[in-house]
């Protein structure tokens, strides 16, 4: 049975629960107390030296951080729809993984931890960030219904829950139609699992 070490309100755990349920893969899912700082403890730490969630364990198979869990599932167990194997198709889906690990996280999920969590930093960068890939998605999204490639992939699933979530960092969706009809298609995918907030 895969084991997903994970907690609820993280949009990075998120992103692997859905793309479990996605490909309708049986786990169990192991909540991690941070606030006692479990996710630092010498046996967490085994599994993850870094001390970070999420962590999926599938059999003798370790994987930590989220987008290398897409990737590990969408190669395990999906097929080359979520993941293409030649080189131009992969790559464009991998630059929004890249583009959820930067811009989106420095974005949306930072705004979000300083109004949701109290997490101080810059949430006037974080805002203005936000804004801003905000802008370049709904553009890209123009005459689109995904990311890439004309069909659902790990892009969607890795950018999807930081974006869909901006609302909790108090940063509106309403200039972005695009981005609102492609999370309303995202919520429509057989599978498809949510979280508080969605």
């Not at 993850?48 to 599938?58: H, K, M, R, S, T």
């Not at 003798?60 to 395990?76: E, F």
């Not at 005459?143 to 490639?149: A, F, H």
């Not at 901006?166 to 979280?195: C, E, F, H, T």
Request: overall charge neutral; aromatic content about 10%; hydrophobic content about 45%.
């Amino acid at each position: 049975m895969i084991k997903l070490y994970q907690v609820e309100l993280s949009g990075n755990c998120y992103k692997v629960r859905l793309m479990l349920s996605l490909l309708e893969i049986k786990h169990e899912q192991v909540l991690v107390d941070l606030p006692s700082g479990e996710h630092k403890s010498l046996q967490f730490l085994k599994l993850n030296p870094f001390g970070q969630i999420p962590v999926l364990v599938d059999g003798d198979v370790v994987v930590r951080d989220s987008h290398a869990i897409l990737v590990y599932l969408a190669r395990r167990y999906g097929d080359e729809n979520w993941l293409p194997t030649e080189a131009e198709p992969i790559s464009k889906v991998m630059r929004w993984l890249f583009t959820a690990a930067n811009e989106i996280r420095q974005g949306p999920e930072f705004a979000r931890r300083y109004h949701l969590f109290q997490i101080p930093l810059d949430v006037q960068l974080a805002t203005e960030r936000a804004y801003a890939i905000l802008k370049i998605l709904d553009e890209h999204l123009t005459g689109r219904q995904w990311l890439e490639l004309n069909r659902p992939t790990i892009a969607d699933v890795a950018c999807f829950p930081y974006i869909a979530l901006a609302p909790d960092g108090k940063v509106s969706l309403d200039a972005y139609p695009n981005v609102i009809a492609w999370i309303k298609r995202m919520k429509q995918l057989p599978g498809y699992v949510g979280m508080p907030g969605l």
